[in-house]
């Protein structure tokens, strides 16, 4: 997580900017870094981006994601009872129905969730008198 320092350090309100640097080649050992890392440096990233974009409203992500689950399955359900209106074919017989009904049930699993982060987050803002946001500056 150490090369995303500069990330953490932006969210806060830093100023970032790059130095030029001269590096030396490597004389000994071999480099660790490889194809292997992709998949930890990627989960860094989501990490990154849930802690910048979301820690204070951990809501906006699990309930959108939820959101998104319900309307879809409401959309398949939609289609399988249009389905049975017009070709009078049975929506208990198609795997569409058991999936919609389980992501149905995960959107709102998702939304409880956020709303569960949500209690947490203030829980430990209020618990420490820490504030939800920085402020650089008071103006009088």
Avoid: C, W
Avoid at 11 to 30: C, D, L, M, N, T
Avoid at 85 to 102: C, D, G, H, R, W
């Amino acid at each position: 997580m150490h090369r995303f320092i500069p990330v953490y350090a932006n969210s806060i309100g830093a100023k970032i900017v790059e130095v030029k640097v001269h590096h030396h080649g490597r004389k000994f050992g071999k480099a660790k870094y490889g194809l292997e890392r992709t998949f930890k440096v990627l989960l860094d990233l989501f990490t990154v981006k849930f802690l910048t974009s979301y820690s204070s409203k951990p809501i906006y992500l699990f309930g959108g994601t939820g959101f998104a689950m319900i309307t879809f399955s409401t959309i398949s359900l939609l289609y399988l009872g249009i389905r049975r209106i017009i070709a009078k074919i049975s929506p208990f017989s198609s795997p569409l129905f058991t999936i919609a009904v389980m992501i149905a049930i995960m959107g709102f699993q998702s939304i409880l969730m956020g709303l569960i982060a949500e209690l947490l987050v203030r829980t430990y803002h209020e618990s420490q008198n820490k504030p939800v946001y920085t402020v650089r500056e008071v103006i009088r």
